[in-house]
């Protein structure tokens, strides 16, 4: 019913930037906190940026002043820029968001795919 597609990974140089899209498509009444994870080989996923309905955001501290997240509502889409890229940002990266869709009387937690990061030194 509703699906995250992700955009915009890739590989880039260390120092470098990459800008991540997601869009939630499908029957979307409205959509709680949207956010991004990533998970790097052998390690856990892990909370990399998330942005409430009213626009507030929190941070994983390594990426504190190199990421910016932000959604634009009208289009049910999240962006992650990530600016300064370091290879230890290498990963994964998933999309997450809460959403309110037909059928269901409580926000439904739905997961993109995921897109690869490589960040090469």
């Known amino acids: 019913q509703v699906q995250l597609v992700e955009s915009g990974g890739g590989l880039v140089q260390a120092g470098g930037s990459l800008r991540l899209s997601c869009v939630a498509s499908?029957?979307?009444?409205?959509?709680?906190?949207m956010g991004w994870y990533r998970q790097a080989p052998g390690k856990q996923r892990e909370l990399v940026a998330n942005v409430s309905s009213g626009g507030s955001t929190n941070y994983l501290d390594s990426t504190k002043g190199r990421f910016t997240i932000s959604r634009d509502n009208a289009k049910n889409t999240v962006y992650l820029q990530m600016n300064s890229l370091k290879p230890e940002d290498t990963a994964v990266y998933y999309c997450?968001?809460?959403?309110?869709?037909?059928?269901?009387?409580?926000?439904?937690?739905?997961w993109g795919q995921g897109t690869l990061v490589t960040v090469s030194s």
């Open positions: 997450n968001a809460k959403v309110m869709t037909i059928g269901y009387y409580t926000y439904l937690e739905v």
């Open positions: 499908g029957i979307v009444f409205s959509i709680n906190t």
